[in-house]
């Protein structure tokens, strides 16, 4: 009898030990567990730590209640402005209501992907190149307000969208490189001009206080020589006076003649016609007045008196012909002052004969000059 009872409880202990074996559950602390008992929602949501269910009746569903990463692929779009681009994103959202998430989607992970997917197409289509390249925070709060409006249904909260990377073709990279050289150059000559205008008032400035003080001029050449000098160099450079220039300008505008201004030429002086020259009368500008005596007195008719001429001056005609080494006439007195044959004319155009080529060229230029012995 006691050996029955014995059996009896043994069966008894391990039915029990089974089915608490087959309803004991454990939830975690970042989980939460919806039962169906029956198929039908329990109305009670299990919480974290151990937890019984009749096996067999009740079916238990863990639900993470963690924050939950999904990145977004790649998606290929058209921005409002006609340029092809590869965007992708990363997705955070978690789930506030775990019965929502169990009964109203069948997988609400797969579902809050799909839906991140098609609002980032929709959100490429709207948007310009630029607002996806630079006013990313707008484009983020317009993508999570449309995958959080179907997914709050869902028991899902979309906490954070973000765009990752916005692929372009690459002629539309070589068209962005070269808009941002041209406007890095453009600033930089901006810059540089604006330190010309600022640089050249300041040398104004200096310039006028200079005007001054003349001896700060001097003293400033003094600390350009010294600068130079200090590097070891063989060669000293001493800067050239402005100041000499301009007197030098100014001496060559002093020198200039009467009647002519500056920008003209002086007129060229006309010579005479060498067949209508008169032997008789002498052109003060063309004989040199060095070589007439004082002596001389103007006719007049505009001439000069052959009687108070220098009888050692003789007009004779100029030719291209060299002269020859001897005497120019036979019977020519010698230029050394010897005494003069009998019969020589005293004075006069006639003391030394005129000396003419057998046959001059055409191309000879003829004048008058003056000779003296």
């Not at 709050?152 to 070269?178: C, F, H, N, Y």
């Amino acid at each position: 009898m006691v050996q029955e009872l014995l059996v009896a409880l043994v069966a008894v202990l391990s039915c029990g030990l089974v089915y608490a074996m087959a309803a004991a559950r454990v939830v975690k602390q970042y989980e939460r567990g919806v039962v169906l008992r029956l198929g039908r929602l329990h109305d009670a949501v299990r919480p974290p730590g151990f937890t019984m269910i009749v096996p067999g009746i009740d079916r238990l569903r863990k639900v993470n209640m963690q924050i939950v990463t999904m990145p977004v692929p790649a998606q290929d779009g058209i921005t409002r402005d006609n340029v092809t681009v590869r965007v992708d994103a990363v997705i955070y959202f978690k789930v506030v209501d775990p019965a929502s998430a169990v009964i109203q989607v069948e997988d609400y992970r797969f579902a809050v992907s799909q839906m991140a997917q098609t609002s980032l197409r929709s959100i490429i289509g709207k948007s310009d190149l630029d607002d996806l390249l630079s006013d990313r925070e707008k484009l983020n709060q317009g993508l999570e307000l449309m995958i959080d409006s179907p997914a709050v249904g869902w028991g899902v909260q979309i906490d954070r969208v973000e765009i990752k990377d916005v692929s372009l073709p690459e002629t539309m990279k070589r068209s962005m490189a070269r808009q941002a050289e041209a406007d890095r150059e453009r600033r930089a000559r901006v810059i540089n001009a604006d330190a010309e205008l600022q640089a050249s008032k300041k040398l104004a400035q200096a310039a006028q206080q200079m005007s001054t003080q003349p001896a700060a001029l001097q003293l400033r050449l003094l600390q350009t020589v010294v600068a130079v000098a200090a590097e070891k160099n063989s060669t000293l450079v001493l800067p050239f006076p402005v100041e000499l220039l301009r007197f030098l300008e100014r001496a060559q505008q002093g020198q200039q003649p009467q009647g002519v201004h500056d920008g003209q030429q002086a007129p060229e002086r006309q010579l005479p016609e060498p067949d209508a020259v008169d032997p008789n009368v002498v052109d003060p500008d063309v004989v040199d007045p060095g070589l007439v005596d004082p002596a001389v007195a103007a006719s007049s008719d505009g001439g000069v008196d052959p009687s108070a001429v220098d009888p050692t001056v003789a007009l004779q005609t100029f030719t291209d012909q060299p002269l020859p080494d001897g005497s120019l006439a036979d019977g020519a007195p010698e230029p050394d002052g010897a005494p003069e044959p009998d019969g020589a004319p005293e004075s006069g155009p006639g003391a030394l004969p005129e000396f003419e080529p057998e046959q001059p060229p055409e191309h000879a230029r003829k004048g008058r000059f003056t000779r003296h012995h």
